[in-house]
Every structure is written in structure tokens, then in C-alpha cells.
């Protein structure tokens, strides 16, 4: 867990379930399953038996775990911050529990003052997932009194008290949290396609959502998106990234400021194309020499000011902080 993130998007990373799966070929570089053996040797536990070493190189062996020594991080954060839940795994991915998400709920619950204002924190919270109705079941399970009730008294059992009213009540709670966001990751016109209808259901049921166009494997028609409260566009990044071209992510954020989303570009990604101004791309072999002037440097991938005007956005939600 760290308060520190290379992530531009947002202000720190809150890790209490670390593990995953893959599930589509978006998932293919996926950063936290190659980055799980390297947290290992640096001593964190957490990370142990995440991962192990195949002929195809580091895979996810479908063990996940909650940390508890991060559990109450947010509550001890006394500035306000945007927080991204889970950089190292999927909070609707199966082998996460349902008393972990309750758990987490718990605390945003908490930083949002339901349970004592004073101790209210100003975070806004934000979640991503690449399981859309996954995540649209979780937020079904926790709306309805019944299966709410069960659920903390699973948490619970005989510790009642308190807490236990406080979950377990509907007076408490709203069906959604105001302070936290709900973002699925879609890579190209056939996830956005799969996605939208689950993610139109819970914006209409109060929740703020967003997408994550990263990493941006083709083409996206946005129509029908206009209700979002957010997009966030990248090409993909790392040593074996997948091709990116520039028309992809600046009709984006085109369609985002005609519909009025506020769009926010992380990344170019590093095998970035855009013939029209001389940036050849997808990556060059080795062996062959580059024409120099067709590279993009790295830096140029991550730094807004080596854009273009078109793609220089980077704006965030309208909302709490
Ligand atoms: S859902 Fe996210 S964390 Fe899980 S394998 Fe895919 S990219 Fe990695």
C-alpha cells in the first residue's frame, strides 16, 4: 500500500485485496501480475504464492488475499485525496469475498461520515473493474436489506454492536456511495459494447461511473456513453506494448468534449503511432535501425506537454475534491 502512485489519474493507491485473474486479452500485460514476484523479494508477503513462473512467463494462480494491515489506511489520512481501490487486483473478480467488499464499503462508508461525521474525510474513492456485471451484482447484493443483513452477519456473527447495526441498516445507507466512482475498463468497441448497458444501470441508480479506455487496443464509437461522469484514455505502456494509433484517442476526447465528459489522457502508450505527423510506431525490432525521426521517446509518452493540443486534457469529475 502506498500513498505515493505513478498513477496521473489519481493521488494514492489503497491495496486491501491483492490478487487476480485474467480476463480478456486487455489483460494481456496486465502490470500488476508481472509486478506481484518483484513485491515479493522486496519483503511483502501479501504478493506471496500471487503469481508463479509458466513457459509464457509470470501468471496469476487465482489466489487472492485481503490485508488487513492496510484495512484502515483512508481513516488515517487526514487530507483529502483521490484514492484508487485495489491497483492490484479486481474487486469483482470470484475469488474475492463478499466480506472483503463489505469490509471496503465499510471504510468508504466511514470516510463518507455515516457512521460519525467527525470522522468524515474528504476522499473520493475510485474503483475499476474489468467484471462489469460483477461489479453491478456486488452493488445489487449490498442494496438490498435482506442479503445486506446476512452479509454482516457473516462479517460479524455474535460481535453485534454498533458496526453491526450501522452495516446492516438501510436507514444508514444510500443504495450508492457519494464519495466513491465505479469504473469499468474496456480496450475496444467490443468491451465498451458488452459493458455499456451494465454500466447505464448503475448510473441509473445514483451511482457515479466511469470508463477506462486503457489500454486503447481499437477503435471506440462512443454514442450512447454520453451519460458518463468520467473517461480516462491510454495507449499501453511496457516493453511489449500492443500498437496505439493517435486517431483512436483523439476522436475520444473529441466526442468527450462535444458531449460535455470530462476526459482525462494518461498516456500515449509506448508503441504509439501517428503517421499524419511522423511518429511511425508500433515498436521497431531491434535489429532494425529506426529512423530517428519516427521514434517517440518515452518521455514524450507520458508528458502532456510533448502532445499535440488535441490530446492534452487531462480533467477529472465533477465532485468532491
Ligand atoms: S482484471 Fe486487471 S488486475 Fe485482473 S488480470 Fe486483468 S488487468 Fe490484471
Known sequence: MSDKTRISWTDATWNPIVGCKRVTHRCQHCYAERGAPRLVRLGLAQYDGLTRETRDGVRWTGKARWVEAVAGKPLGWRKARRIFINAQSDIAYAGVKPRWRARIWWIIGQCAGFLDPSRARGHEFQILTGRPQGLLEWTETWADPAARRALVENLYGDGRGEV????????????????????????????????RETWKRLKDRGWRVWVSYE?????????????LDWLVIGGESGPDARPCERVWLADAVAWAAQNGVPCFVKQLGDAYSDPANGVAGPRLKVDSPPPPTLRLDRAAVTDPTAWGPELRVREFPKGRI
Do not use: R
Request: hydrophobic fraction near 40%; glycine fraction near 6%; charge should be negative.
Open 164 to 195: 453491526y447495526d450501522w452495516m446492516s441498516s438501510p436507514k444508514y445507507w444510500p443504495d450508492e456511495l457519494p464519495n466513491l466512482l465505479l469504473g469499468v475498463s474496456v480496450c475496444d468497441q467490443a468491451e465498451a459494447d458488452a459493458a
Open 215 to 227: 489500454p486503447a487496443l481499437g477503435p471506440v464509437d462512443w454514442t450512447g456513453w454520453e451519460w
